[in-house]
């Protein structure tokens, strides 16, 4: 059989079988590839990478999503930069309020995720409170005169193009279009293999923002253990929610998840030692 092998890390090769290949296109942008494995469903993924698998994309999208939602608590616009499968926009179109904007680079990757992993962006396409645009994300916030109050850079590792995504620059024309006490959420990598990226991450988003963290949670088909997400605001106030402030948020937005709860959501934030001293 096939064999899916991901050498994202020096040292360390994921692989995981192809029982099917569903997909596969170099395109312009990148190389891509749907193939099916039997732990994790349908597995999509970019210039070699995992990039969201069937089984396992619903820990990382509520995270990604419900964390900054129900932190800040009156969200009304919200951004995707990347995010190109679905995913996060399916989470936020939970919230009933909430309108958002997506730009990807790449409408390919959209087309193939609603043509062949459906169940991860659940209709959110067809959805009249997202606008999709087909642009360049870096290009997009350095050009909008719009504000959003979250930013969710869905974005794939920092090597090649998704880069730029990674850069202070980047970060600077992000704040720029926030509302207000607004928060961005990014992509920041698994510790234990991308510890530099964490460190630099820190320092880029801690030259803008006045509290900059990250948070945890394990994604299956990311190997090397728990995966971070950059946190970055101007409000200091909403890392430091209550959890009976949370659990009335969560009731009040009626959404059904299966990873995120509001005490997962404070539990996230507690960094391990070996983590804090990355930072
Ligand atoms: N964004 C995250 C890609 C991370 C890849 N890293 C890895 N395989 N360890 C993907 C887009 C999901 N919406």
Redesign the pocket.
Known sequence: MELFD?G?HSGVNLALNVEKVIYREKTDLQDLMIFENSQFGRVMSLDG????TEKD?FI??EMFVHVPVLAHGKVSRALII??G?G??ARQLMKHSNIAVTMVDIDRTVVELSKKFMPSVSGGAFDDPRLELIIADGCKFVRETSDRWDVIII????PHGPGEVLYTKEFYADCKACLSPGGIIIT?N??PFVQEGELRTSYDRLGSQFKDVSFYLAAIP???GGVMAYGWATDDADHRKVSLSRLAERYVEAGIATDYYTPEVHLAAFALPLHIQKIL
């Not at 990478?49 to 969201?52: D, E, F, I, L, P």
């Not at 869905?154 to 590792?157: L, Q, V």
């Open positions: 991901e994202l990478a995992v990039q969201t994309e990382y999208h990347g995010g499968d995913g996060a869905d974005s794939t590792d992509q990598g698994v088909s990311y190997v």
